[in-house]
């Protein structure tokens, strides 16, 4: 399921640079808003995409992915924006079947800029017109947002979506049951130590309806004392766990969930490496454990403090989660491997990823004779392949 990562409060969206060679992450200082961002350097061949061959003035002069959510290794939910002729803004919507990319039409508003699918049948994007759309397969249908900054969105079910709404001490989970949304003000609340010190959660992913997990960062003491939270949604409420840390200061800013498997990245001071270094932990439900598997990354960034290592991950599995950040890595169940993209060549990005079973789809936009269009890869389990999509307009 899901990570893009995207959304407000203390989540970052991540937007990944894709060209010829490897460019060095943006780090920026302590606290769990410093993410990295970077794409890896191509491996393998360009594929080639057909030139559009729409009319020069029917063309959009711009059309970009901004989010996808997948289920399944046929079927994802890909969401932007596109501007046509006229300037005019729209809202962008396509579906892939594993064969081919189809544009869904009219879908409300300018822009969607996230979107979580727990099934062919029900997605929630974020943005349009009232804040929130949901899509049953047929139309589109509006619905109110939450109040406040809102980041991301995974759903687990129909009747269960969480976002993380950063308007409420420093950010806290909120739930949609299917009719309204409820805010988690008590029961996900990372700030309870000293005041003025970083705290709250900073993305949350659901891998069914009876398995969530937020996670983020909290101060404990005013040495200080920063440690990653972590709080698991079992179908009813809330209960707190405690993710790997691996130094200190240390703060998780994204996870990504698929069944009873999570997966959650973020990074930390090491004393021995003198500066940040790369955290990951796995979540297994039926345990209720974490498993350090942080990926060994070297020195991230120097001095006292953290900076992450990646913000976008998805898992389509135990066995399969896609990172993006200093380098494309790919989780296989046992240990972390290098996993990078296909150029797309100057002008294109790739900025967020959906997996689901052994396949993993990463989307953004690529630059074609100086025309901005969407980009779509696949990933098969061992590389990645450039798909053509579809010009909206």
């Known amino acids: 399921m899901r990570r893009s990562a995207t959304g407000a409060g203390l989540m970052v969206s991540v937007l990944l640079t894709v060209g010829l060679s490897a460019a060095g992450p943006a780090l920026g200082a302590i606290g769990p808003a410093s993410a990295g961002t970077m794409h ?7 594929a080639t995409v057909a030139s559009p061959t729409q009319p020069a003035a029917a063309r959009p002069i711009r059309a970009s992915f901004s989010a996808v959510s997948c289920k399944g290794t046929s079927w994802c939910l890909a969401v932007g924006s596109y501007t046509d002729r006229s300037h005019v803004k729209h809202a962008l919507a396509q579906v892939w079947n594993g064969q081919k990319w189809r544009t ?41 947002g939450p109040a406040g900054r809102v980041g991301g969105v ?36 990372a700030c309870g130590g000293p005041p003025g010190f970083p705290c709250g959660l900073a993305d949350v992913s659901c891998g069914s309806a009876s398995n969530c997990v937020a996670v983020g960062t909290r101060t404990v003491s005013q040495e200080p004392v920063q440690n990653t939270i972590g709080f698991v949604w079992d179908g009813i409420g809330w209960g707190g766990t405690s993710p790997p840390n691996d130094g200190n200061p240390a703060a998780l800013n994204a996870i990504s969930c698929a069944g009873t498997f999570c997966m959650t990245v973020g990074g930390a001071f090491s004393e021995v490496q003198d500066g940040g270094i790369a955290v990951a932990g796995a979540w297994n439900a039926r345990t209720q454990s974490w498993q350090d598997v942080s990926p060994s990354l070297g020195t991230l960034c120097s001095g006292f403090g953290y900076c992450f290592w990646t913000g976008v991950i998805s898992c389509g599995s135990a066995t399969n989660c896609m990172t993006f950040g200093r380098s494309n890595l790919a989780w296989n169940g046992t240990a972390w491997v290098p996993a990078p993209s296909v150029s797309a060549g100057r002008g294109s990005s790739l900025g967020t990823v959906s997996c689901a079973g052994s396949s993993c789809m990463a989307v953004g936009f690529r630059t074609v004779a100086g025309a901005v269009r969407p980009l779509a890869e696949l990933w098969n389990g061992t590389t990645w392949k450039i798909l053509r999509t579809p010009v909206p307009g």
Do not use: H, Y
């Open 40 to 46: 890896a350097s191509a491996r393998g061949a360009l």
């Open 104 to 144: 869904l039409k009219n879908p409300p508003g300018r822009s969607l800029t996230d979107v979580s699918c727990s099934a062919a049948w029900f997605c929630m994007a974020a943005g349009g017109p009232t804040g929130m759309e949901t899509w049953n397969g047929r139309v589109w249908r509006g619905i109110k």
């Open 154 to 189: 995974s759903c687990g079910s129909r009747s269960l979506c969480m976002v993380i709404n950063g308007r409420v001490n420093g950010g806290v989970a909120e739930s949609w049951n299917g009719r309204k949304w409820r805010t988690w003000t008590q029961n996900t609340d």
